[in-house]
């Protein structure tokens, strides 16, 4: 028989105050394109006062999408968009194609890169790698004006 554990009362934890601020980004694209905005959120951090936290980034679009890749090098996003057009080219023999033949091929890019992105807030910033900027993939061609949410929790 196996004995029974001890319950031990442990203190109360003592928490700092939980902050939480949201805002929505607009976006302006040009049609297919990577649009860096890792600037908008980062001055958007420093003036919510919060030194440690999360932020959440949400994409409110089913054609356009959010990823994290290397803002150094241009190539990089060039070849990322060709990958992506490779793997869901457009006049493909989809059923939906209710806005275009780009319509259900931005679908497929948006499920494959995403729509979420959290990224950790250390001293009032966050801690993307040396190389890592954060992108709105615009999955149409003509030009949009997407909405990116911004939350941030955190003391």
């Known amino acids: 028989m196996r004995p029974i554990p001890r319950l031990i009362a442990l203190p109360p934890l003592q928490l700092a105050p939980m902050h939480q601020h949201q805002t929505q980004l607009t976006i302006r694209t040009p049609g297919k394109a990577l649009v860096e905005f890792t600037h908008d959120v980062a001055h958007w951090i420093a003036a919510t006062g919060i030194d440690t936290g999360l932020v959440t980034l949400f994409c409110r679009h089913t054609s356009a999408s959010l990823l994290i890749n290397e803002n150094a090098a241009p190539a990089v996003q060039r070849d990322l968009l060709r990958w992506l057009d490779r793997l869901a080219p457009e006049n493909a023999g989809y059923e939906h194609d209710d806005e275009g033949p780009d319509d259900m091929p931005a ?19 966050m801690v993307l790698g040396t190389w890592q900027g954060i992108y709105l993939a615009e999955h149409r061609a003509m030009p949009h004006n997407r909405q990116v949410v911004v939350h941030l929790v955190g003391e």
């Open 107 to 125: 679908h497929l890019r948006a499920a494959l890169t995403g729509v979420s992105l959290q990224v950790p807030v250390a001293g009032g910033c």
